[in-house]
């Protein structure tokens, strides 16, 4: 059996990653905000929009502290996730701001500015 070649790196979907910070008086689980942030996205841009936008939650680097975590997007698509951002009021019925901090096109350098709280 053949094995498929792997795609060059000029074919594949340029991707950014986005240090995102919720800001409430409430401390959320990282589940609800996944919810919530997945459902402003696919209100603003729909269904299709955000499977092409190729939203993905980085699950291991969500800091429960200061409500920080990263997410990946096609470059193509990063305005429309960053406004859709905007459309997020509340959280699990409790007052919530999202706000994006930092974008970087390296998971390193993102990571770095996760940690960083200036």
């Known amino acids: 059996m053949k ?8 074919e594949r ?14 401390g959320f ?7 919530a942030i997945g459902n402003a996205v696919k209100e603003y841009i729909g269904l299709l ?14 800091d429960q502290k200061n409500q920080r975590f990263i997410i990946k997007v096609n470059r193509a698509y990063l305005n429309k996730v960053r406004a ?4 997020l009021k509340d959280i699990e019925g409790k007052k919530a701001l999202v ?7 390296s ?3 993102a990571k770095e500015k996760l940690n960083n709280t200036d």
């Open 29 to 35: 689980d990282f589940p609800n905000i996944e919810r």
């Open 84 to 87: 859709s951002l905007l459309l």
């Open 49 to 62: 929009g955000k499977a092409e936008a190729g939203v993905i939650f980085l699950k291991n680097t969500f």
């Open 3 to 10: 094995r498929i070649k792997p795609l060059l790196p000029s």
């Open 13 to 26: 979907e340029k991707k950014r990653y986005l240090v995102l910070e919720c800001i409430s008086e409430k």
């Open 99 to 105: 706000r994006s901090v930092f974008c970087s096109g």
């Open 107 to 109: 998971l390193k350098k």
